[in-house]
Protein backbone atom coordinates (compact mmCIF):
# COMPACT_ATOMS: atom_id res chain seq x y z
CA UNK A 1 0.00 0.00 0.00
CA UNK A 2 1.07 3.70 0.13
CA UNK A 3 3.55 4.49 2.80
CA UNK A 4 4.14 8.80 3.02
CA UNK A 5 7.29 10.09 4.63
CA UNK A 6 7.03 13.36 6.63
CA UNK A 7 9.93 15.65 7.67
CA UNK A 8 10.76 17.44 9.78
CA UNK A 9 8.82 15.65 12.76
CA UNK A 10 9.67 19.10 14.80
CA UNK A 11 9.80 22.66 13.66
CA UNK A 12 10.00 25.91 14.91
CA UNK A 13 10.58 29.33 13.25
CA UNK A 14 10.36 33.25 14.64
CA UNK A 15 7.33 34.61 13.44
CA UNK A 16 7.34 36.34 10.13
CA UNK A 17 9.77 33.80 8.67
CA UNK A 18 8.41 30.98 6.38
CA UNK A 19 8.18 27.50 6.98
CA UNK A 20 8.35 24.69 4.90
CA UNK A 21 7.06 20.97 5.80
CA UNK A 22 8.10 18.24 3.32
CA UNK A 23 7.00 14.90 2.28
CA UNK A 24 7.62 11.96 0.07
CA UNK A 25 5.08 9.38 -1.36
CA UNK A 26 5.21 5.90 -2.16
CA UNK A 27 2.73 5.04 -4.94
CA UNK A 28 3.35 7.00 -8.15
CA UNK A 29 -0.94 6.12 -8.81
CA UNK A 30 -1.14 8.70 -6.19
CA UNK A 31 -3.28 11.75 -7.21
CA UNK A 32 -4.73 13.73 -4.54
CA UNK A 33 -2.38 15.36 -1.84
CA UNK A 34 -4.10 17.52 0.91
CA UNK A 35 -2.72 18.82 4.18
CA UNK A 36 -4.24 18.71 7.49
CA UNK A 37 -4.14 21.30 10.47
CA UNK A 38 -4.76 20.02 14.21
CA UNK A 39 -4.92 22.30 16.95
CA UNK A 40 -4.35 21.31 20.36
CA UNK A 41 -7.42 18.90 21.65
CA UNK A 42 -9.15 18.94 18.29
CA UNK A 43 -9.49 16.98 15.21
CA UNK A 44 -7.48 17.67 11.93
CA UNK A 45 -8.90 20.46 9.89
CA UNK A 46 -8.33 20.63 5.53
CA UNK A 47 -6.14 23.85 4.90
CA UNK A 48 -5.12 23.18 1.70
CA UNK A 49 -5.05 20.25 -1.30
CA UNK A 50 -3.59 19.85 -4.77
CA UNK A 51 -4.01 17.32 -7.24
CA UNK A 52 -1.72 15.38 -9.57
CA UNK A 53 -2.57 17.55 -12.95
CA UNK A 54 -1.32 20.53 -10.70
CA UNK A 55 2.19 21.72 -10.00
CA UNK A 56 1.43 24.09 -7.12
CA UNK A 57 -1.27 26.02 -5.51
CA UNK A 58 -1.95 28.88 -3.34
CA UNK A 59 -4.25 30.59 -0.59
CA UNK A 60 -3.11 33.73 1.05
CA UNK A 61 -0.35 32.60 3.26
CA UNK A 62 0.15 29.15 2.14
CA UNK A 63 0.95 27.40 -1.19
CA UNK A 64 1.50 23.85 -1.92
CA UNK A 65 4.07 22.07 -4.63
CA UNK A 66 3.80 18.60 -5.82
CA UNK A 67 7.02 17.37 -7.89
CA UNK A 68 5.61 13.93 -9.42
CA UNK A 69 8.83 12.63 -11.01
CA UNK A 70 10.47 13.14 -7.37
CA UNK A 71 7.12 11.92 -5.68
CA UNK A 72 7.31 14.21 -3.25
CA UNK A 73 5.48 17.53 -2.33
CA UNK A 74 5.69 20.52 0.13
CA UNK A 75 4.04 22.80 2.36
CA UNK A 76 5.35 26.54 2.52
CA UNK A 77 3.66 29.12 5.19
CA UNK A 78 4.54 32.68 4.78
CA UNK A 79 4.93 35.80 7.33
CA UNK A 80 4.07 33.08 9.87
CA UNK A 81 1.61 34.08 12.74
CA UNK A 82 1.44 32.32 16.28
CA UNK A 83 -1.97 31.07 15.20
CA UNK A 84 0.18 28.96 12.65
CA UNK A 85 1.25 27.43 15.70
CA UNK A 86 0.10 23.65 15.16
CA UNK A 87 0.79 20.50 13.81
CA UNK A 88 0.59 19.61 10.53
CA UNK A 89 -0.33 16.29 8.17
CA UNK A 90 0.17 15.74 4.86
CA UNK A 91 -1.55 12.83 3.10
CA UNK A 92 -1.77 11.22 -0.32
CA UNK A 93 -4.76 9.35 -1.74
CA UNK A 94 -4.94 7.11 -4.71
CA UNK A 95 -8.39 7.58 -6.20
CA UNK A 96 -9.95 10.21 -3.47
CA UNK A 97 -11.35 6.76 -1.69
CA UNK A 98 -9.11 7.24 1.51
CA UNK A 99 -6.32 9.15 3.15
CA UNK A 100 -2.52 7.76 3.90
CA UNK A 101 -1.40 10.43 6.40
CA UNK A 102 2.22 11.26 7.04
CA UNK A 103 3.68 10.89 10.63
CA UNK A 104 2.80 14.53 11.23
CA UNK A 105 5.10 18.19 12.06
CA UNK A 106 4.23 19.88 15.17
CA UNK A 107 4.93 23.82 14.06
CA UNK A 108 6.01 25.78 17.00
CA UNK A 109 6.07 30.01 15.59
CA UNK A 110 8.28 31.85 18.08
CA UNK A 111 7.00 35.57 19.20
CA UNK B 1 -25.13 23.39 13.81
CA UNK B 2 -23.39 20.95 11.49
CA UNK B 3 -20.68 18.45 12.28
CA UNK B 4 -19.70 15.08 13.70
CA UNK B 5 -20.03 14.17 17.55
CA UNK B 6 -17.55 11.44 19.23
CA UNK B 7 -18.62 10.67 22.61
CA UNK B 8 -17.43 9.89 25.15
CA UNK B 9 -14.07 12.33 25.05
CA UNK B 10 -12.39 10.37 27.61
CA UNK B 11 -13.30 6.70 27.91
CA UNK B 12 -10.96 3.97 30.33
CA UNK B 13 -11.36 0.70 30.01
CA UNK B 14 -10.48 -2.47 32.03
CA UNK B 15 -7.95 -5.15 29.72
CA UNK B 16 -10.13 -7.92 28.29
CA UNK B 17 -13.33 -5.73 27.95
CA UNK B 18 -15.09 -4.72 24.73
CA UNK B 19 -15.66 -1.25 24.39
CA UNK B 20 -17.57 0.57 21.70
CA UNK B 21 -16.80 4.35 20.14
CA UNK B 22 -19.76 6.66 19.12
CA UNK B 23 -19.57 8.75 16.14
CA UNK B 24 -22.57 10.72 14.74
CA UNK B 25 -22.61 13.48 11.89
CA UNK B 26 -25.54 15.17 10.71
CA UNK B 27 -23.89 16.65 7.51
CA UNK B 28 -25.74 14.40 5.24
CA UNK B 29 -21.91 12.60 4.11
CA UNK B 30 -21.79 9.51 2.51
CA UNK B 31 -18.80 8.25 3.62
CA UNK B 32 -17.13 7.63 7.12
CA UNK B 33 -14.07 6.47 8.32
CA UNK B 34 -12.16 5.53 11.57
CA UNK B 35 -8.32 7.06 12.49
CA UNK B 36 -6.22 5.93 15.44
CA UNK B 37 -3.55 8.38 16.43
CA UNK B 38 -0.54 7.76 18.33
CA UNK B 39 2.77 10.13 19.21
CA UNK B 40 4.66 9.78 15.94
CA UNK B 41 3.00 7.63 13.93
CA UNK B 42 0.06 10.19 12.57
CA UNK B 43 -3.38 8.49 11.89
CA UNK B 44 -3.55 5.40 10.71
CA UNK B 45 -6.94 4.41 8.79
CA UNK B 46 -9.15 1.24 11.18
CA UNK B 47 -11.99 1.51 9.08
CA UNK B 48 -13.82 3.27 6.62
CA UNK B 49 -17.95 2.74 4.76
CA UNK B 50 -18.64 4.33 1.43
CA UNK B 51 -22.54 3.89 1.97
CA UNK B 52 -24.81 1.93 4.71
CA UNK B 53 -24.29 -1.50 5.68
CA UNK B 54 -20.81 -1.40 3.61
CA UNK B 55 -17.63 -1.04 4.91
CA UNK B 56 -13.93 -1.99 4.13
CA UNK B 57 -10.94 -3.02 6.41
CA UNK B 58 -8.12 0.19 6.69
CA UNK B 59 -4.25 -0.81 7.15
CA UNK B 60 -4.60 -1.70 11.07
CA UNK B 61 -8.50 -3.49 11.39
CA UNK B 62 -7.30 -6.56 13.46
CA UNK B 63 -8.93 -6.25 16.73
CA UNK B 64 -11.46 -3.50 15.67
CA UNK B 65 -15.11 -3.87 14.51
CA UNK B 66 -17.57 -1.71 13.27
CA UNK B 67 -21.35 -1.39 12.11
CA UNK B 68 -22.90 1.25 9.68
CA UNK B 69 -26.72 0.77 9.98
CA UNK B 70 -27.52 4.01 9.66
CA UNK B 71 -25.97 7.21 7.00
CA UNK B 72 -25.25 9.37 10.43
CA UNK B 73 -23.62 7.08 12.41
CA UNK B 74 -20.20 4.54 12.05
CA UNK B 75 -19.40 3.45 15.99
CA UNK B 76 -16.37 1.44 16.75
CA UNK B 77 -15.56 -1.77 18.68
CA UNK B 78 -12.79 -1.81 20.39
CA UNK B 79 -12.41 -5.70 21.60
CA UNK B 80 -10.37 -7.61 23.55
CA UNK B 81 -8.13 -8.96 20.92
CA UNK B 82 -6.84 -5.80 19.98
CA UNK B 83 -3.14 -5.85 21.70
CA UNK B 84 -2.66 -2.36 22.51
CA UNK B 85 -5.62 -0.20 22.75
CA UNK B 86 -4.81 2.81 24.45
CA UNK B 87 -4.60 6.29 21.68
CA UNK B 88 -6.73 8.86 20.60
CA UNK B 89 -9.11 7.95 17.98
CA UNK B 90 -10.63 10.07 15.32
CA UNK B 91 -13.96 9.63 13.45
CA UNK B 92 -13.87 11.63 10.04
CA UNK B 93 -16.71 12.19 7.33
CA UNK B 94 -16.54 13.36 3.67
CA UNK B 95 -19.16 13.93 0.90
CA UNK B 96 -19.51 11.93 -1.58
CA UNK B 97 -17.67 8.55 -1.66
CA UNK B 98 -14.36 10.29 -2.02
CA UNK B 99 -12.24 12.76 0.48
CA UNK B 100 -11.66 15.47 -2.58
CA UNK B 101 -13.81 17.85 -0.81
CA UNK B 102 -12.04 17.40 2.60
CA UNK B 103 -12.35 15.13 5.43
CA UNK B 104 -14.50 16.52 8.21
CA UNK B 105 -12.61 15.21 11.75
CA UNK B 106 -14.48 14.91 15.23
CA UNK B 107 -13.00 16.36 18.33
CA UNK B 108 -11.59 12.68 19.25
CA UNK B 109 -12.08 10.19 21.95
CA UNK B 110 -9.03 9.31 24.33
CA UNK B 111 -9.46 5.51 25.16
CA UNK B 112 -7.25 4.14 28.40
CA UNK B 113 -6.49 0.47 29.05
CA UNK B 114 -6.11 0.40 33.11
Known amino acids: GENVEQHPSTLSVQEGDSAVIKCTYS??????FPWYKQELGKGPQLIID?????GEKKDQRIAVTLNKTAKHFSLHITETQPEDSAVYFC??????????FGTGTRLTIIP | DGGITQSPKYLFRKEGQNVTLSCEQN?????MYWYRQDPGQGLRLIYY???????QKGDIAEGYSVSREKKESFPLTVTSAQKNPTAFYLC?????????????FGQGTRLTVV
Open chain 1, 27 to 32: DSASNY
Open chain 1, 91 to 100: AASIGFEKLT
Open chain 1, 50 to 54: IRSNV
Open chain 2, 92 to 104: ASSPGYSVLLGAF
Open chain 2, 49 to 55: SQIVNDF
Open chain 2, 27 to 31: LNHDA
